[in-house]
């Protein structure tokens, strides 16, 4: 096996799914009892903001949760990144604040996080860990009723694109774990990567809609699969 230089991972949902948060297209997933055009669009905030702060407001209380903590997925991530001599980027679709608890320092959170809102009439990004309402006053600039969750809405351009398609150019390894690939343009760094001549390995608990892109799978719980896999990455 050539010396892998440069690796970049992709997290979904399904990674945090044994630290106690929940997916969204599992049985017991988010969308089985909220529908996306409710919630995760822009055109849902402008119809009802009331409801669509709500929906944030108790998954950002779900993350104060103290039961809520990374797992052996999260940590062997941060273990890897932190021994590994090449180039490594994490890239997350997940708004949970569990890689960094976990301690994973490259990493880039393309569809927003959580815990920071943002302002719509000073674009000011800050760290968000209580409830936000249609009223709450933006730190920076004072103004109110333009704050909103700092997360990626259905129909908006994710965050940090041309960084993350640089190091799927220049990657020769891509593991995607914990994630359905139904969601675009993240379902598709699968095939930036392959187009980059890089080894590309699915960690998820089934075949995700893209497995047969995957040159390499393993199935199973990411808290079992990713720290043995990772183990392995590190004395090949
Ligand atoms: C954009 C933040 C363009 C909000 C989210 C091409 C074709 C078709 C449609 C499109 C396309 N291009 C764009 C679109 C539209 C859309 C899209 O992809 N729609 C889909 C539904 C068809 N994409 C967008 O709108 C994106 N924007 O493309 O902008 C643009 C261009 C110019 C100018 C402006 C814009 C934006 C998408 C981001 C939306 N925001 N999240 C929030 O969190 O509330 S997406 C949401 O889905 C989450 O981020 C989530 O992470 C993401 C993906 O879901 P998964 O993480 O994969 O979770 P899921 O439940 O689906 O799967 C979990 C997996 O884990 C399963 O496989 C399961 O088996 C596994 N699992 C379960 N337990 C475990 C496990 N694995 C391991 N261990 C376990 N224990």
Wanted: aromatic letters at 8%; glycine letters at 8%.
């Amino acid at each position: 096996m050539p010396e892998t230089r440069s690796i970049v991972v992709l997290t979904g949902a399904g990674i945090s799914r044994e630290s106690g948060l929940h997916t969204f297209r599992d049985a017991d997933g988010i969308w089985a009892t909220v529908k996306v055009e409710d919630v995760a669009t822009p055109e849902a905030f402008a119809r009802d903001p009331v409801r669509v702060q709500e929906f944030y407001n108790e998954r950002r209380r779900g993350l104060a949760n103290t039961g809520i903590a990374p797992n052996p997925a999260h940590l062997a991530l941060a273990e890897f990144e932190a021994a590994f001599a090449g180039d490594f980027l994490l890239v997350t679709q997940n708004i949970d604040d569990l890689h960094e608890r976990a301690g994973s320092r490259e990493l880039i959170h393309m569809h927003g996080e959580l815990a920071k809102a943002r302002c719509e009439a000073c674009d000011d990004v800050g760290e968000w860990r209580e409830d936000l309402y249609i009223d709450t006053a933006c730190p920076a600039c004072t103004q109110v009723g333009d704050m909103r969750p700092h997360v990626v809405w259905f129909g908006e351009m994710p965050f940090e694109m041309d960084r993350i398609y640089a190091a799927l150019e220049g990657c020769d390894l891509f593991v995607s774990i914990g994630t359905s690939g139904n969601v675009y343009p993240a379902a598709g760094f699968v095939q930036a990567a392959r187009m980059a001549g890089a080894r590309t390995v699915e960690l998820n608990l089934e075949p995700s809609e893209g497995a047969t892109l995957f040159e390499e799978a393993v199935y199973g719980p990411a808290g079992t699969v990713v720290p043995g896999w990772f183990a392995k990455l590190a004395t090949d």
